[in-house]
């Protein structure tokens, strides 16, 4: 798997948990909470559009702010060194 982040996650050694149409779903280590974390990654080709762009960054932001004991909090956003 070709997937850079940032040097706060730790890609696991065999990550893919999801693949979909519009986002990668990898297994992760947080090294700054030091917790296994699951991390959704946007694809690329969606990343430079614009306006799903935004759309996307809507979503996200509003789905960090639902709290629900059968869904796992949101600690962090951000993009990959190349725009994902």
């Not at 974390?37 to 959704?40: E, L, Q, R, S």
């Not at 796992?72 to 956003?77: A, F, I, K």
């Given at each position: 798997m070709d997937l850079r982040l940032s040097d706060r996650y730790e890609i696991a050694a065999d990550p893919v948990l999801?693949?979909?149409d519009l986002?990668?779903?990898v297994l992760?280590?947080?090294r700054v909470l030091d917790l296994p974390?699951?991390?959704?990654v946007l694809r690329p080709v969606l990343a430079t559009d614009a306006?799903?762009?935004r759309a996307f960054d809507g979503a996200v932001h509003a789905a960090g702010r639902i709290t629900h004991p059968n869904l796992?909090?949101?600690?962090?956003?951000g993009e990959t060194p190349d725009g994902c």
């Open positions: 999801g693949d979909g986002v990668q779903v992760a280590h947080d974390v699951v991390v959704k306006t799903f762009r796992l909090p949101m600690h962090d956003v």
